[in-house]
Structure formats: structure tokens, C-alpha cells
Nanobody, 125 residues
């Protein structure tokens, strides 16, 4: 089983930036398919970003394209999500997820087996 621990959430004003991290243990992140998800109040869990995997490309939900950047640090076994130009609608609990084996182009929460506890991101207007 993969253990995932997120950190780096917080409160910022609209237009600000945050970076959230996901430290993994139990497996090397280069061997996993990983993704970031978020859940906003009253909304369903939403896939946000997936890093490039096995030579493929990164994936972002349309609402964050051009503002968010997903990256991996294999030396530290950590997944990152750099968030710039934050908007109030980005307010959510951000969670990382992992799975072994094939990696879907568009992440779906039902595909992933291991989850972190999440970190709160709050953007005020």
C-alpha cells in the first residue's frame, strides 16, 4: 500500500499562489500513476491534474489550464501542484491519489486506490 501525505495548503487572496505537496512512501512515484483531485463545498470530487507518465503528457482540467503546474521530484518521492492566479472557485480540499499499473489519460477517482488525507486551500476575494 502507498502512503500519501499532503501539505502546503493555506489561505490566500485571489490572484495569489500556493504550492501543495504530496509525499509518498511505500513505492517510488515514478512507478505509480498519480493525480491531484479536489473537492469543493457542495461539489463532487474533481480531477485537477496528472503528471506526465511513461513519456506521455500532463493533463489538466480546463478550469486550471495555464494557472496550475503539476510536477514530480523523484529524488524526494514527492508530487507537487503549483497554483498561480488562484480564484475563489479554487477553494477546496486538495488530495493526491495513486494507483499501480496503467494510467488513464483523464483521471477518474474510481481508478485510484491510494489517497492522502487532503489539504485545505482557501481563496478569498
Amino acid at each position: 500500500q502507498v502512503q500519501l501525505v499532503e501539505s502546503g495548503g493555506g489561505s490566500v487572496q485571489a490572484g495569489g499562489s500556493l504550492r501543495v505537496s504530496c509525499a509518498a512512501s511505500g513505492a517510488a512515484i515514478w512507478s505509480l500513476c498519480m493525480a491531484w483531485f479536489r473537492r469543493s463545498p457542495g461539489k463532487e470530487l474533481e480531477a485537477v491534474a496528472r503528471p506526465a507518465n511513461a513519456g506521455g503528457s500532463t493533463w489538466y482540467v480546463d478550469s486550471v489550464k495555464g494557472r496550475f503546474t503539476v510536477s514530480q521530484d523523484t529524488a524526494n518521492n514527492t508530487l507537487y501542484l503549483e497554483m498561480n492566479g488562484l480564484k475563489p472557485e479554487d477553494t477546496a480540499v486538495y488530495s493526491c491519489a495513486a494507483k499501480r499499473g496503467w494510467c488513464p489519460f483523464t483521471p477518474r477517482h474510481s481508478d485510484f486506490t491510494d489517497w492522502g488525507q487532503g489539504t485545505q486551500v482557501t481563496v478569498s476575494s
